[in-house]
């Protein structure tokens, strides 16, 4: 079974330029989630899809994010204009249901210049 | 609202040997999940363990165990026969249908 892939891997861009992370669940998971993880730190949820609808975006910042989880399967998260702050690992990961077990992707790694 | 912390930031322990990593959580729900995860270094984050509230019994896979204790709202995690691919940053996290937390997490070194 495929696990969680997520694209690109690496990102180098400068301030102000747009961003995207594309994600693909595993086959089923209804659950979608996406983190933004600092170094050394515990992930952070940015939003959390049941099926198509956003569920948890309370910590999403809706001025310069956006997401979308089009036909409930595949999700695209945008960053635009990209700030320094920005900078970090995004994780996609994706479940059965809420309270099952995540499946995390490798990730996409942002630099921000 | 929930928490979740994890009061060591490192541990270290000697191969062969057993640690115990601490995870404290709040909520005011009565049945709910709680995960340890593990994120080797530059590797994916992966399952180690899962625990039901409503279970009074303890979960065990393999050489991973946890104590939970509901009333005290803890969550340590117990790694006995410690190896060198133990590695890792553990993260302590609590799913529900209202919000999704992970625990800073514990960088646990193991010296050969």
């Known amino acids: 079974e495929a696990g969680v892939v997520q694209s690109p891997r690496y990102k180098i861009i400068e301030k102000k330029q747009p961003v995207a992370f594309w994600c693909n669940p595993i086959?089923?998971?209804?659950?979608l989630y996406w983190y933004r993880q600092n170094l050394g730190q515990g992930p952070e949820l940015l939003i959390r899809?049941?099926?198509?609808?956003?569920?948890?975006d309370s910590q999403l910042p809706k001025d310069r994010f956006s997401a979308e989880r089009l036909k409930g399967v595949d999700s695209t998260l945008k960053i635009q204009p990209a700030e320094l702050g920005d900078s970090a690992v995004y994780l996609c990961?994706?479940?059965?249901?809420?309270?099952?077990?995540?499946?995390f992707g490798p990730g996409t790694r942002l630099l921000v210049l | 609202a929930q928490t979740v912390t994890q009061s060591q930031p490192e541990m270290s322990v000697q191969e062969a040997e057993t640690v115990t990593l601490s995870c404290t959580y709040d909520?005011?729900?009565?049945?709910?999940?709680l995960f340890w995860y593990k994120q080797p270094p530059s590797r994916q984050m992966i399952l180690v363990i899962r625990?039901?509230?409503?279970?009074?019994q303890n979960a065990t896979e393999n050489r991973f165990s946890v104590n939970f204790q509901k009333a005290a709202k803890s969550f340590s995690l117990k790694i006995s026969d410690s190896q060198l691919g133990d590695a890792a940053m553990y993260f302590c996290?609590?799913?529900?249908?209202?919000?999704?937390?992970f625990g800073p997490g514990t960088s646990l070194s193991v010296i050969p």
């Open positions: 990961a994706s479940s059965p249901w809420v309270a099952e077990t995540q499946y």
């Open positions: 086959s089923g998971h209804n659950t």
């Open positions: 899809y049941e099926n198509e609808e956003a569920v948890d």
């Open positions: 909520t005011s729900e009565s049945d709910y999940y």
């Open positions: 625990q039901e509230a409503y279970k009074q």
């Open positions: 996290a609590y799913p529900s249908y209202d919000k999704v937390i």
